[in-house]
């Protein structure tokens, strides 16, 4: 334990250093600004750092990175509150609050609240990856492709607790989802599927796309389209207010949650921030007392979702460190830095680097911290756009589309495919076909469909593995008990109603 | 009692009508799919489950959504429209506007690489923010300018994105935009 102190203090002292320092600053910039980006995510930041790092040592390497992956998981979210376009997957369920609350007037307190629960979450996260990562990472290495698959299976069952109005509508557009996720080159069998024989289509749909496409160029469609609207509205400059201590204490246990969530599941190697995400969010509206408000704006569901996802950085850290096995794509970028500066990620990094450990342990601490500002600054630079008026950024959110959407393979198919995502985004809220599960089939889509026939192949299609191993067997209880619990309410309502009448 | 049940069955008849439509729609296009998959499924892999099991069942479980939406619809036949799961009229929409937006997206898609990304977005901005409603014609031809411009900067000269120069001479004409901006 004094030893574990000493190193801390010796990492604390490393950050002093002016270049670790700076590298701490210049990953924070550029990693919100690349989140709140759509199409250009917080793993292309890292891939576009990753040459300039040759010529540092390792240290500010890995500094620069971490800072850039703990900056990037939150930068999105501003541009999901301000604009209705998450920069990321993991920021949809962010959005999905936190742009209603715009709508309701509290963009400022959104705003902040995000930045807030984000630093709380990777605070907390990095504190516990700093205390716990050996026992963690024996948990996560016993984990095969059932669990995996329990865990994915977790998150597209929190689908249901998304579908308010009609869990029919929900599952419809989530099997879509799904469905649309299954096109192009098997990675299985390697065989291609619907693709009607075009080379283009076996690179199947990039979920990044339908995000862009239904968020932003839906938003932009349904709102320009209203009649007897004016082109030209009257914008204000939106300021980002820190929540009271207060306001932050009544969602300590939204918090705790949201954090247990993003660590535990950014632990297991394969998953990251985006299951954590929708785990995390599904769950809170769960236990809410007010579920059906959840999507009207409601401060837990933000919480949860903003927490969970930089809580998700240091649990992806620990399996990277203690093991060598990236725990989200992003770490496995922050491997081939280590491996660049000669030094392999393991069990003997510990004994091998300490210094080099225990410095990234306490720069993602003080990144966290700092991060409050950083936040603070991006989402002022941002909310100046929210005195443009609509015509003119409207325009410019589509030209980014365009834009972004190219930027993803360099590839016009791409473009194409968002441009039809947002076609049918616009048409999904017309006819009120909720749109958030089927980017959730897409994203997690592919994930599930891997895990489950990489069990079926190893257990000989013995579909009950599910549920005789402990782990991947309570998740699975979970999950169903999730979807089942719309309809349990539902009979207990019923029977509550029942007995009420004389 | 049985008639007030009657009447608020008659003014629900016409939504639930419509709400009907699009879960019969994908339930025929999930029918066309997983008729497909079993044609494409030719050669399946001899005590495994197969490269098109996933998205079969994947169909399977969408028309059993359909059909649990269809059960849904007629659970709120009776009840009000509340209960019934069905929006309350959607605005309004100016259907020429919407429809002029779509026709700009798709021509901005159709015409980047044939123009070139520079053009392509110059004329896009101007004709788009037109159709949202901006006037003045200064304001549109100096925003649609200088808007490009900086997309171009950010997009080409730092981040190196290898936008489309556009074929024929549209390709030249990109090239010596890029000269003059000191992009390349």
């Known amino acids: 334990m004094l030893d574990q102190l000493a190193l801390l203090g010796m990492g604390l002292g490393n950050l002093f250093d002016p270049l670790n320092f700076s590298m701490i600053l210049v990953g924070l910039t550029v990693g919100v600004l690349a989140g709140a980006l759509p199409g250009i995510t917080m793993l292309n930041a890292i891939v576009l750092v990753l040459p300039f790092t040759y010529l540092m040592g390792i240290v500010p390497s890995l500094l620069l990175m971490t800072s850039v992956y703990c900056g990037g998981v939150f930068g999105g979210s501003i541009t999901g509150i301000l604009f209705n376009i998450p920069g990321d997957p993991m920021n949809v369920p962010t959005t999905w609050e936190g742009f209603q609350l715009n709508k309701k007037g509290f963009v400022s307190k959104a705003l902040g609240m995000a930045i807030m629960c984000s630093a709380i979450g990777g605070f907390m996260s990095a504190l516990i990856m700093t205390v716990a990562s050996p026992p963690f990472a024996k948990v996560a290495l016993s984990f095969s492709s059932s669990e995996y698959f329990a865990v994915v299976f977790l998150g597209l069952a929190s689908v249901v607790v998304i579908g308010t109005r009609s869990i029919g509508s929900a599952l419809i557009s989530l099997f879509i989802g799904l469905f649309l996720a299954t096109i192009g080159m098997d990675d299985i069998y390697g065989v291609p599927r619907f693709t009607f024989g075009s080379r283009i289509m076996e690179t199947g749909i990039n979920f990044t796309t339908a995000l862009i496409g239904i968020f932003a160029i839906g938003e932009v469609l349904e709102q320009l389209s209203q009649k007897n609207k004016e082109g030209v509205i009257e914008r204000f400059r939106p300021k980002t207010t820190l929540p009271r201590f207060g306001e932050i204490w009544a969602l300590r246990y939204t918090i705790l949650r949201g954090l247990g969530i993003g660590t535990v599941i950014g632990a297991i190697p394969g998953t990251g921030a985006t299951v954590a995400s929708f785990v995390s969010y599904g769950v809170e509206k769960q236990v809410s007392k007010h579920p059906e408000k959840f999507g009207t704006g409601v401060w837990e569901g933000l919480a949860a979702s903003e927490t969970s996802i930089n809580g998700s950085v240091g649990g992806a850290m620990i399996p990277l460190l203690t093991l060598g096995i990236p725990g989200s794509g992003a770490t496995a970028v922050m491997m081939g830095a280590f491996l660049l500066h000669g030094i392999q990620p393991g069990p003997l990094l510990f004994n091998k680097s300490p210094e080099a450990v225990y410095t990234i342990f306490v720069g993602m601490l003080v990144c966290n911290l700092i991060m409050i500002l950083a936040g603070l600054i991006t989402a002022k630079f941002f909310s100046e756009l929210m005195r443009v008026p609509e015509n003119i950024l409207s325009a410019f959110i589509i030209s980014f589309c365009l834009l972004g959407a190219f930027a993803l393979r360099n590839d016009m198919t791409d473009v194409w495919f968002m441009a039809i995502f947002g076609i049918a985004g616009y048409l999904m809220r017309r006819y009120d076909l909720p749109s958030p599960p089927l980017i959730l089939g897409l994203i997690l889509g592919p994930l599930a469909e891997k895990y489950f026939l990489t069990t079926m192949i190893g257990c000989g299609n013995d579909w009950t593995i599910f549920f005789c191993r402990p782990v991947s067997g309570s998740l699975m209880i979970i999950s169903i008990g999730l979807l089942l619990m719309p309809f349990l309410r539902g009979l207990l309502k019923k029977g509550k109603k029942e007995m009420a009448v004389p | ?184």
């Open chain 2, 1 to 184: 009692m049985a008639q007030n049940k009657a009447e608020i069955m008659q003014k629900n008849a016409a939504p639930a009508i419509k709400s009907l439509t699009g879960p019969i729609l994908i339930f025929l296009l999930g029918v066309f799919f997983f008729v497909l998959a079993g044609r494409l499924d030719e050669n399946p892999v001899e005590g495994q489950l197969g490269a098109f099991f996933w998205p079969r069942a994947i169909l399977i479980l969408l028309m059993f959504s359909c059909g649990f939406k269809v059960l849904e619809s007629f659970k709120g036949f009776g009840k009000g429209v509340a209960d019934t799961g069905l929006e309350a009229p959607p605005t309004q929409a100016n259907m020429g506007k919407l429809v002029a937006m779509i026709v700009m997206l798709l021509a901005a898609v159709v015409s980047m690489e044939m123009i070139g990304f520079p053009l392509c977005n110059f004329l896009f901005l101007l004709l788009f923010m037109r159709i949202a409603g901006l006037k003045k014609k200064v304001h549109l031809l100096v925003i649609s300018v200088l808007g490009t411009i900086l997309l171009l900067y950010i997009f080409v000269k730092i981040v190196y994105l290898p936008l489309p120069k556009g074929q024929w001479f549209f390709t030249d004409f990109t090239i010596f935009l890029y000269r003059v901006l000191h992009i390349i």
